[in-house]
């Protein structure tokens, strides 16, 4: 086997873009993926969503931020993996968002819309919401806000990883699992890897880096580090046989958590939960009760597709460890430096989205240039919102809790303006014939 320059363990969406950028970068570089194909642990059972990141507006712009620059970046280089798909947000009587916040929350997402590539938003009275939804419990219905979002061919995406990766020369060795990482003088000399049938095989690269997920601590661990601490976060899907329907939908559920409905070719995919999983990684089941739980919510808005047969999967979020409420968890990426440990040329990376690989991976891969003496690339300047949500991205920069103020005070001007001037665009008509 040759010296690599860099090593990868974990073929996900975060490992497979470390391949990439790795292999722009010119480096030697190897990806060992336990499981016999690319992408088919957290990365197969997302929502399928190239978004926005609406949910962390309020509370973590950046991310929301960088999350549409990449929706820009990918509709240019590949709009082949990319649908738009209109989404309706019905309110119904007696939940606590009402339209008018709603609606607030989507003109700020608006800013982003040029990025995007997205319509403006726009109000549909409760008889529109039920014509272009068919059926959409009516009863209750005081109306919905209609936005786009991008649904994106996850397993067209990793295929292109795979290729632009080994077009560069980068080696993925599927099937192969890291079961040891042997340190000596302060740095990692070899991973050892197993293929399940009695074969063992050594790896020796300059750097390795650590892209497993949810199994990001336990790789961590085989090395003697103990600093990726990460909180698994559980997420489950109900997967909805037969003909989708025309549009995505998010509506709110019990406890006010956000569902999502994500149509896909052949099915429907209705969720995600989000709750703490205590357990190991690899011990990970969908319960009778998140199953049902998600069934009846589902037939609470469209109790014809809740009828339908089913199945479900789940998924771990591999969040870094931060103190505060699980709602508010930056999904920022964070790479480990172990030198503080011990270990020169060892890194880890934990979090992000599938949305935000292109730049997980052009992190590690310059933290990556610096152990190799090399100076990393300076990133391609892309424009962002201007006017005052150009500004909030700003004062996020200074820090969470700035970011977090200046989000409220903006929400809380849009939601001014929508009193005092109307509430804005209206009909599904209006929305079809907004900018894109
Ligand atoms: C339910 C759910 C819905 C989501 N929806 C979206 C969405 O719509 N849009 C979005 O942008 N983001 C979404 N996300 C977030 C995002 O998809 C994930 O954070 C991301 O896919 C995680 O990718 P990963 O590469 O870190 O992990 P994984 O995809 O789990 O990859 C880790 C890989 O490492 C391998 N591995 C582990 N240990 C070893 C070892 N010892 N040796 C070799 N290989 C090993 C595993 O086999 C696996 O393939 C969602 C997440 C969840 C859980």
Redesign the pocket.
Known sequence: MPLYDLAI???????LGIFESAGRAGLRVVL????GV??????A???????GGLRYLPYDVATSALMCREIARLRGARPDLLTREAFLWPVYRGERLGLGLIGALQDEYDAFAGLRGARRHARLSSDEAVAVFPGLRREGLLGAEVFDEWRVDVPGLVASLVDAGRAAGGELLTG???VALSARDGRIAAATAEDGRGGRLEIEARVFVN?????AEK?AELAGASSVRLRLRK?V?LVVAGEPPPHGLIFTGPGGRRIGVYPRPTETWVG?TDQAHDGPPDELAVSEGEREGLRLALAAVLPGLAARPCRAVA????IPRRSGAACLLSREHHVFDHSAEGLSNFVSVAG????TYRPLGEDVVAAVLRKLGRTPPPRPLVGGPRGPVGALCAFAARGRAVGMAASTLLLAGYAVRRVLAGRGRAGWAAFEAGTR
Not at 9 to 15: E, K, L, R, S, T
Not at 32 to 35: A, D, H, K, N, V
Not at 211 to 215: D, F, L, R, S
Not at 352 to 355: F, I, N, S
């Open positions: 363990i974990g073929g996900g969406i975060a490992g060992l993926e336990g499981r690319p992408g088919r642990e957290t990365t059972v997302t929502s399928g969503l190239l978004h192969w699992r890291v892209a497993a997920g949810p199994g790789v997420g899907h995600p998924g771990l979020r591999p992000g989205k599938l949305t």
